[in-house]
């Protein structure tokens, strides 16, 4: 269903869902790991690798708060080892920075030691903020690498900050800071706390004395670098079409022409150039066939390295023909929000204290927030939980009796926002009925309601007229925000009578205005993402639909009023302002978005969730909570989604994702991969903790481990319950890695062993029963695709453990050849296979990308935009801000569809 055919509905639709509301109202490492370390605030160290390869570890385009503003925070910048915490100090008032200090206890004699960063070299004057109180002791504090020693007395009568330990003039050499505080006794006044005496501190700020140098990151979105690309060829040479038709007739047409025509592809049937331009997916599929080296089969003969490059090439130049006459892209298919984005927009827009109800959907737990992308600097160590770690993060939640209607299906690319999958039905419609009454009559809902006094209180001395009054005018702003357009007169007089309705029955200004809010939360203004009906030309969107797009896109909310202000003003379309919304939007913590709906779904994380390692073979796996057996693998999930959210608050390179020399980490998670067994000496009870703990960030020596690929939960989700599947696992880098996801299985193809002890007993590794397995050329050409892919991850059991060779002693062979030409040997071969060429990995989390914020399957006619970020991306060694900013000022993100006619696509 496409946009225009929607539209007559929405006015039906909306004047219904006011009368029914109106009615309706009278009633949710292997051993060898053992190197790894945890990492301090500093960054990790550099992995070994090929040291003519870029280190994609030294892109960073957000400099870190305190290199702006050069605060070091005691709880957040510091590194918290020993017996080191994080206090907070709210209930003590409001002086300090943050609302919390970094705390210390010892005995005396013991020291605190801690290490803080300096982006610089430079000379600097420093500013420490110590808290006093009655059981802190008298420390010597020295500066590893200076002549700092300074005795500081940290005793008080209260709790309270101590006045500022100035230091001046101190040079300080750029990276990690070691400081030290030694408890050498107290004041006499100071009382003993366990034994010992207290330290805290607050923040240290830096001011730098010299000059440094500039450092600019800005995006210029009128720079054209579409002609830079890391590692791209120049186009060979086209073919002439029949000097084409010869060499396919060489190479191609034994399989694909006449009587022999595997996988449906007849060749000969392009007779002239003509006709296989009226087959443009044809010849599409044909170019990247040839250009991946996927045909001719490796068993059959094989062009020229030049001359497969002018095949692709003259495939090339058909393509770049047929997309100079057809540049519109498809239409966005009008949609509603899914359960995430309802949670999040109700929310924003009544600015409430947190969800709405229980959100699978939800990975990531903290009681304690700890995204905060505008600082620049991801903790070096988080306090989080998995959605179902353990009951309480599933069932958690603010407004008690408000339930969320049911999941939505993910369609192509994983993606749960495409308009075919995202309709109303009319039991949906009554939910959200419901639903919107259930949200404010919730006996919370006051008190975590942020508009309670500028949205539903009046002065008790109003008469009813000027209630109406008032309530029209709170309505105005209210509805604009809500419905993310222009608000039309009819449609504030329409809620404004009801209000009026209401208020003569209830004579209640408050209960009126709750019944207005829930028949806005159930209203298709409200619940549906439309835009205007596509016209014969592409057009540029209006400022409301722009800001509706790049909301839905970064925050998976609505616009906020700094985006509705340059929306109703214009000024949204100037590709300055919009990429400085872009810059605002990428440093609210609201973009975490991107991270638990993008990210989960792009990696397929949800697929952990119903993974089920066999319970015999890997016990460890599991742990009786209760009466119920939790997998250890909801653990796994956090760990790519933390790298992700590391990658995005300091703007780093995605190409970390491929290869990476630190992880977030929980202890447990650490033994996971480091000891022989896991959790040694606990039995299945409470075997592994199933609530929030601390990840830390940690140094990887070896790069088996770091990104995605090689992550303990993208690995156990692609195996089966009894054994590793390198088909399941090569289907998956294929799709996600790779955005070139190989087609269904055919029915009639019987499945192998379950168990690989049964397959090794007949002498077979699990390579060889699989090549046994490929009944005809066209297995084989798939499967030549794909089991390189997931043969390479095969030294990793099915619960992502290494494994030198198979239980039975039979050697693994994790060798292949990416693309059919780029040999490796193992899984860090073929790391460096991909970040020798990179512009792989970048297509494919472009393409991703562009998918999602457009809420669409891609085409062919948004190769050439896919081209262009591309060409920027890599320039910029894949900055993850490059790709976010080159969506937003593409093409196809800023307008509006050109109307297909329908006779022509047939």
């Known amino acids: 269903?496409?946009?225009?055919?929607?539209?007559?509905?929405?006015?039906?639709?909306?004047?219904?869902?006011?009368?029914?509301?109106?009615?309706?109202?009278?009633?949710?490492?292997?051993?060898?790991?053992?190197?790894?370390?945890?990492?301090?605030?500093?960054?990790?160290?550099?992995?070994?690798?090929?040291?003519?390869?870029?280190?994609?570890?030294a892109v960073r385009g957000r400099r870190p708060l305190v290199s702006r503003s050069g605060r070091h925070e005691g709880e957040r910048d510091f590194a918290l080892l020993g017996k080191s915490r994080v206090q907070g100090l709210k209930h003590y008032g409001d002086q300090w920075s943050g609302g919390a200090h970094l705390l210390w206890d010892g005995s005396v004699g013991a020291t605190m030691e801690t290490s803080f960063d300096v982006e610089s070299e430079g000379v600097y004057d420093l500013a420490f903020q110590l808290t006093v109180a009655s059981d802190y002791g008298l420390f010597e504090m020295s500066l590893a690498?200076?002549?700092?020693?300074q005795s500081v007395d940290l005793y008080g009568p209260k709790v309270e900050l101590a006045p500022l330990v100035k230091l001046k003039d101190v040079r300080l050499k750029s990276g990690k800071q070691s400081l030290s505080f030694k408890l050498v006794g107290s004041n006499p006044k100071a009382k003993k706390f366990q034994g010992g005496y207290l330290l805290g501190l607050d923040y240290l700020q830096l001011t730098r004395k010299d000059q440094p140098q500039s450092d600019t990151n800005a995006f210029d979105p009128t720079i054209d670098r579409s002609s830079v690309s890391a590692n791209s060829p120049s186009r060979a040479t086209p073919?002439?079409?029949?000097?084409?038709?010869?060499?396919?007739?060489?190479?191609?047409?034994?399989?694909?022409?006449?009587?022999?025509?595997?996988?449906?592809?007849?060749?000969?049937?392009?007779?002239?150039?003509?006709?296989?331009?009226?087959?443009i997916d044809t010849a599409r599929k044909i170019r990247d066939t040839l250009a991946s080296h996927e045909m001719p089969p490796e068993d059959k003969k094989q062009p020229t390295r030049e001359l497969r490059a002018q095949m692709v090439a003259s495939l090339d130049a058909m393509l770049d023909e047929y997309l100079s006459k057809h540049r519109s892209s498809a239409p966005v298919v009008m949609r509603r929000l899914n359960r995430y984005e309802y949670n999040n927009a109700v929310r924003d827009l009544l600015q409430l204290g947190g969800d709405i109800y229980p959100l699978p959907e939800k990975t990531i737990r903290s009681n304690a927030p700890y995204f905060d992308p505008a600082s620049g600097r991801f903790p070096a160590v988080v306090h989080v939980g998995n959605r179902t770690l353990g009951k309480n993060q599933v069932e958690r939640q603010i407004?008690?009796?408000?339930?969320p209607f049911a999941i939505d299906l993910q369609a192509e690319g994983g993606f749960n926002n495409r308009g075919r999958e995202l309709s109303v039905s009319p039991i949906l419609l009554e939910s959200f009925l419901k639903l919107g009454r259930s949200i404010v009559s919730s006996p919370e809902f006051d008190r975590y309601c942020g508009s309670t006094n500028s949205l539903f209180a009046v002065p008790n001395e109003l008469t009813l007229a000027q209630q109406s009054d008032l309530a029209r005018e709170r309505l105005s702003t209210f509805l604009e925000v809500a419905f993310r357009g222009e608000l039309e007169a009819t449609v504030l007089d329409r809620y404004h009578r009801f209000f009026v309705q209401r208020l003569e029955q209830t004579q209640s200004f408050r209960l009126s205005m709750k019944d207005v809010v829930a028949a806005v939360l159930a209203s298709p203004k409200f619940i549906y993402i439309s835009e205007s009906?596509?016209?014969?030309?592409?057009?540029?969107?209006?400022?409301?639909?722009?800001?509706?797009?790049l909301?839905?896109?970064?925050?998976?909310?609505?616009?906020?009023?700094?985006?509705?202000?340059?929306?109703?003003?214009?000024?949204?379309?100037?590709?300055?302002?919009?990429?400085?919304?872009?810059?605002?939007?990428?440093?609210?913590?609201?973009?975490?978005?991107?991270?638990?709906?993008?990210?989960?779904?792009?990696l397929r994380l949800d697929q952990l969730v119903t993974a089920v390692p066999d319970f015999d073979r890997f016990p460890q796996y599991y742990s009786r909570i209760g009466c119920e057996q939790w997998k250890f693998g909801l653990q796994t999930?956090?760990?790519?989604?933390?790298?992700?959210?590391?990658?995005?608050?300091?703007?780093?390179?995605?190409?970390?994702?491929?290869?990476?020399?630190?992880?977030?980490?929980?202890?447990?998670?650490?033994?996971?991969?480091?000891?022989?067994?896991?959790?040694a000496g606990r039995e299945n009870r409470e075997r592994f903790n199933t609530n929030q703990q601390l990840f830390r960030k940690r140094v990887l020596n070896d790069r088996r481990y770091g990104g995605v690929i090689t992550s303990a939960g993208t690995l156990t989700m692609t195996s089966a319950p009894l054994r590793t599947s390198p088909i399941t696992r090569g289907a998956w880098v294929a799709t996600v890695i790779f955005n070139e996801p190989p087609p269904p299985p055919p029915d009639d193809v019987p499945p192998i062993e379950a168990d690989d002890k049964v397959i090794e007993a007949q002498g077979l590794t699990l390579r060889e029963r699989l090549q046994q397995h490929q009944v005809n050329q066209s297995c084989k050409s798939c499967h030549a695709k794909i089991d390189p892919l997931g043969f390479a991850l095969e030294n990793f059991d099915a619960v992502g453990r290494w494994r030198d060779a198979y239980g039975s002693g039979l050697e693994i062979d994790a060798s292949g050849k990416l693309f059919g030409t780029r040999e490796f040997r193992d899984v860090v071969e073929m790391k460096n296979a991909l970040l020798k060429h990179p512009e792989s990995f970048m297509r494919a989390f472009c393409e991703h990308m562009l998918s999602y914020a457009l809420g669409r399957e891609l085409g062919i006619a948004d190769e050439p935009v896919v081209e262009e970020i591309v060409a920027r991306f890599a320039a910029d060694h894949g900055q993850f801000s490059t790709v976010v900013r080159g969506i937003v000022q593409s093409?196809?993100?800023?307008?509006?569809?050109?109307?297909?006619?329908?006779?022509?696509?047939k």
């Open 239 to 279: 073919l002439a079409f029949n000097e084409l038709k010869v060499t396919m007739n060489r190479f191609c047409y034994r399989c694909h022409g006449g009587g022999s025509t595997e996988a449906d592809v007849d060749l000969t049937a392009f007779t002239h150039r003509e006709t296989l331009l009226a087959d």
């Open 533 to 549: 009906a596509a016209s014969e030309t592409e057009s540029r969107l209006s400022g409301y639909e722009l800001a509706n797009r």
């Open 399 to 403: 407004l008690t009796g408000v339930s």
């Open 1 to 57: 269903m496409m946009v225009a055919p929607m539209y007559s509905t929405i006015f039906q639709l909306e004047q219904t869902i006011v009368a029914i509301t109106l009615v309706a109202f009278v009633f949710v490492l292997s051993p060898a790991a053992a190197q790894t370390q945890t990492l301090p605030i500093s960054e990790a160290g550099e992995t070994a690798a090929p040291s003519n390869r870029f280190d994609y570890h």
């Open 145 to 149: 690498g200076t002549d700092v020693k």
């Open 551 to 602: 909301s839905f896109f970064l925050w998976s909310s609505i616009p906020d009023k700094l985006l509705l202000d340059a929306a109703r003003d214009g000024s949204l379309a100037q590709p300055a302002v919009l990429d400085a919304q872009v810059t605002r939007m990428l440093e609210d913590p609201r973009c975490q978005a991107l991270s638990q709906n993008f990210a989960r779904q792009w």
């Open 637 to 679: 999930m956090l760990e790519p989604l933390l790298l992700f959210e590391s990658i995005m608050v300091e703007d780093r390179s995605i190409m970390l994702l491929v290869d990476c020399n630190y992880a977030y980490r929980s202890d447990e998670l650490q033994s996971w991969y480091d000891d022989k067994v896991p959790f």
């Open 891 to 905: 093409h196809p993100f800023r307008y509006r569809a050109q109307q297909i006619d329908t006779k022509e696509s």
